[in-house]
């Protein structure tokens, strides 16, 4: 295994993102930092309620920078990450046995309506369907 590869694999997966961009795009490494940077906050602050004017702020960048930045490194836009997102954690919400009532809230979704919905179209059935089918029961 050649030395890149080695540095490579011992690297958290934002860095190995970082590397990848450094590679493929081109781009400056300000813009890869700020990108990488606001996905990491998008990971660990999904379930509140973000918009992109603000996580613009945050971060020092216009709102249409901001998404066209996050587009163009991760090919898709803010709100679609964040939804998949918010969808992924539902889903293991669901798993353990969260009502969908509960899971809704938990992850960010403002009514259990629109939340059945969406789930229903990304998913291909309810999340009450999914939690039947899945639940595990974890002691």
């Known amino acids: 295994m050649s030395r890149s590869n080695t540095t490579l694999t011992k690297m958290t ?3 190995r993102h970082v590397e990848q961009y450094q590679r493929f795009w081109h781009a400056n490494q300000h813009q890869i930092n700020r990108v990488v940077a606001i996905r990491r906050y998008l990971d660990h602050h999904f379930a509140q309620d ?5 996580l613009g702020k ?4 216009s709102k249409y920078h901001l998404w066209r930045l996050f587009r163009k490194h991760y090919g ?3 709100q679609h ?3 998949e997102r918010r969808i992924s954690m539902a889903r293991v919400h ?4 969260a009502s969908v009532r509960d ?3 938990a992850v960010g979704f403002s009514s259990p309506g629109s939340f059945t919905h969406l789930f229903k179209r990304r998913v291909g059935m309810t999340p009450g ?3 039947k089918r899945n639940f595990r029961y974890v002691s």
């Open 81 to 83: 990450y964040l939804t």
């Open 76 to 78: 898709q836009t803010v």
């Open 129 to 131: 369907q999914y939690r």
């Open 94 to 97: 669901l798993r353990r046995g």
């Open 13 to 15: 997966p934002y860095a």
């Open 103 to 105: 899971t809704c809230f």
């Open 58 to 61: 945050a971060h020092a960048i």
């Open 50 to 54: 973000i918009d992109l004017a603000t």
